[in-house]
């Protein structure tokens, strides 16, 4: 069965890739646009660099928790949990509709005057920074634990213990 899922959790992978590439020409274009419209212009040095990382931090988290807790937006999600088996192929098991809901916070970023390529750079390093919390490889981080999302607590939530559902 690992095999199997595995095999699977690929196949959504390289599927939403194909998506998530066009997606991303389409997103992009659409924050260029708002930019124009800007209402601050933060600038591209250490301090916004910084600010973009909070917010964008802020921005996943709170796109991710609607995904739990709001119903039409977990039917696309559940897919990223319907994993068997936890490994790093779990973290590709990413339904391309959940992309549709990343226009309202970043262009809202963009409006605000973040730089589209600065958005842009900052969504890969999190997304990077997703898939490697999707392994059983790492047990503990130490201290970082009371700080960042890890490997061990991305695993209670993906757990199907009752006592750990939804918690991360």
């Known amino acids: 069965h690992e095999a199997r899922d595995t095999a699977a959790s690929l196949a959504l992978g390289v599927g939403n890739l194909a998506i998530q590439i066009a997606w991303k020409g389409v997103a992009f274009g659409f924050f260029l646009w708002l930019y124009q419209f800007r209402v601050f212009e933060p600038g591209s040095g250490l301090a916004a660099w910084l600010a973009l990382f909070v917010a964008e931090d802020l921005c996943y988290y709170a796109f991710h928790r609607a995904h739990h807790e709001v119903r039409v937006l977990w039917a696309a999600h559940v897919a990223h949990h319907s994993s068997q088996r936890y490994h790093l192929a779990t973290a590709l098991r990413q339904p391309w509709a959940e992309s549709l809901g990343m226009f309202v916070p970043y262009g809202l970023m ?37 700080v960042l999302n890890t490997p061990s607590h991305h695993r209670a939530h993906h757990g199907s213990n009752r006592r750990y559902l939804d918690r991360n």
Do not use: D, K
């Open 110 to 146: 963009s409006l605000l005057g973040v730089r589209p390529n600065m958005i842009e750079t900052a969504r890969q390093l999190n997304l990077i920074y997703q898939f490697w919390i999707h392994t059983e490889a790492v047990r503990t981080i130490g201290p970082l634990e009371e």
